[in-house]
């Protein structure tokens, strides 16, 4: 096989190598992303369940404070931000947020406040 073809092959086995891994690369990072978004979640929401309940146990006096502060200072202390905090009758709604680098999350939860409000 005449040496111009030799180089010709070995340039185009070099190109489909370099795609493959561009390829891959790509795919790994998507993988990563998403198991990130996920993460980001699921801690958005265990947020949002803590912070329910910090202010359903304060309306029932078990924590000292005014329920939708001690909400907030639930969700600040774990990275999140309050958007909103509605008390109705003996139930508390809760809405917080968290961001991280590419995400924004929202998450929302409910408490019933049991016992003497």
């Not at 010709?8 to 070099?14: Q, T």
């Not at 329910?52 to 078990?62: E, F, K, Q």
């Amino acid at each position: 096989m005449p040496a111009q073809n030799r180089h010709l092959e070995n340039g185009s086995v070099g190109l489909v190598v370099a795609g493959l891994i561009a390829t891959i690369s790509l795919y790994l990072t998507g993988l990563s992303m998403a198991h990130s978004w996920l993460l980001l979640e699921v801690r958005t929401q265990l947020v949002a369940d803590l912070a329910a309940i910090a202010a359903a146990d304060t309306m029932t006096g078990i924590i000292a404070g005014i329920p939708c502060e001690n909400a907030r200072e639930i969700a600040a202390g774990n990275g999140a931000s309050l958007d909103s905090c509605r008390i109705v009758s003996e139930v508390v709604s809760i809405r917080v947020g968290k961001q991280d680098l590419f995400f924004e999350v929202f998450a929302s939860a409910k408490a019933v406040a049991m016992g003497p409000t």
